[in-house]
């Protein structure tokens, strides 16, 4: 069965200093890959999508980025954290088939100090 | 731009109670697709039912149903015999097509469902 590994689940860091968020998924290949932000406990915000190796789509202007070393792998990145980067990160697949749900990780915690 | 709009920031409902959730999107496409997601106190995002626009016959999944309206471009979720376990944030989400900016998930604000036991 596939499974999405995300970590950590929360973390605290100073404003200015780098992050990265990191996803894994298992037992499938050449899944469709997302990261989504949530803020306040409402809802998500859709920030990059992967449909492949290093093919990544932005959907919003901001201070972060994303990559995709491998196809399983997934990657969320900052230079410097803004207070404004704090939130709930979620990442997530799919199957390249049009019916087929996002399945999410657990999520991250991120508070920018 | 396709957008999802979920009007009702809270819902409250008795245990064993049915309850609606509305749920309404904007869009000019003809084909796509529709989730319900539940969100837990633990912030996991749990798939409840899912809808292709192109069937006429309403999704069910055990206790949850849904009211597909495809020309008043209307999605409410019913959650029938409520349970303690149900209470939750609920989304409404809108699928675009695998091709089409990666079959992205686009989702409404929630609606948070307390049970009242």
């Known amino acids: 069965s596939q499974t999405i590994h995300q970590w950590p689940a929360t973390l605290v860091q100073p404003v200015g200093s780098p992050l990265s968020l990191e996803c894994t998924v298992e037992?499938?290949?050449?899944?469709?890959l997302y990261w989504y932000r949530q803020a306040a406990g409402r809802g998500l915000q859709l920030l990059f999508y992967?449909?492949?190796?290093?093919?990544i789509s932005s959907e919003v202007p901001q201070n972060l980025s994303a990559s995709r070393p491998q196809d399983r792998q997934f990657i969320l990145s900052s230079k410097k954290l803004l207070l404004s980067d704090s939130g709930f990160y979620l990442c997530a697949w799919s199957v390249r088939r049009d019916n087929s749900p996002l399945h999410f990780g657990n999520g991250t915690r991120l508070t920018v100090t | 731009a396709q957008t999802v709009t979920q009007s009702q920031p809270e819902m409250s409902v008795q245990e064993a109670e049915t309850v609606t959730l509305s749920c309404t999107y904007d869009?000019?496409?003809?084909?796509?697709?529709l989730f319900w997601y539940k969100q837990p106190p633990s912030r996991q995002m749990i798939l409840v039912i899912r809808?292709?626009?192109?069937?006429?016959q309403n999704a069910t999944e055990n206790r949850f149903s849904v009211n597909f309206q495809k020309a008043a471009k209307s999605f409410s979720l019913k959650i029938s015999d409520s349970q303690l376990g149900d209470a939750a944030m609920y989304f409404c989400a809108y699928r675009r097509k695998i091709y089409n900016q990666g079959g992205k998930l686009i989702f409404g604000q929630g609606t948070e469902l307390s049970v009242k036991p």
């Open positions: 869009t000019s496409e003809s084909d796509y697709y």
């Open positions: 037992g499938t290949s050449n899944p469709n």
């Open positions: 992967s449909v492949g190796i290093g093919q």
């Open positions: 809808q292709e626009a192109y069937k006429q």
